[in-house]
Nanobody, 116 residues
C-alpha cells in the first residue's frame, strides 16, 4: 500500500519562504506525476503545481507563478514545493498527490499560515 506524507508547513510572515516536502513510499515513485493542491478555509481545493515523472514538465496556477517552484528527487522518493514571497492569501492546508495509471495517493496535508 502506497503512501505520501507532507511536511514543512508552519507559520511564516508575509514575504517569507517555506519549502514543503512530499515523501513517498510503497510504490514506484518515478512513474507517478506529482501535484500539490491547497485548500484555504471556506474554499474549494485547488491545484497549485504539477510536475511530470522525470521533471521535464512543470506547471503552476496563475496566482503562484514566479513565486512557487515544484521539483522532485526520484532517488529520494520525494517531491518539493518551494514557496517564496508568501502572501496571506497563500494560507491553506497543502496536499501532495501522486497520480499514476493504476493508483492515486493523497497525503493528509500540512498547514501553511502566512501572517504578521
Amino acid at each position: 500500500q502506497g503512501h505520501v506524507v507532507e511536511s514543512g508547513g508552519g507559520l511564516v510572515e508575509p514575504g517569507g519562504s517555506l519549502t514543503l516536502s512530499c515523501t513517498a513510499s510503497g510504490f514506484t515513485f518515478n512513474t507517478y506525476l506529482v501535484r500539490w493542491y491547497r485548500q484555504a478555509p471556506g474554499k474549494e481545493r485547488e491545484m497549485v503545481a504539477i510536475i511530470s515523472t522525470w521533471s521535464a514538465v512543470t506547471n503552476y496556477t496563475d496566482s503562484v507563478k514566479g513565486r512557487f517552484t515544484i521539483s522532485r528527487d526520484n532517488a529520494k522518493n520525494t517531491a518539493y514545493l518551494r514557496m517564496d514571497s508568501l502572501k496571506p492569501e497563500d494560507t491553506a492546508v497543502y496536499y501532495c498527490n501522486a497520480w499514476g495509471l493504476e493508483a492515486e495517493y493523497w497525503g493528509k496535508g500540512t498547514l501553511v499560515t502566512v501572517q504578521s
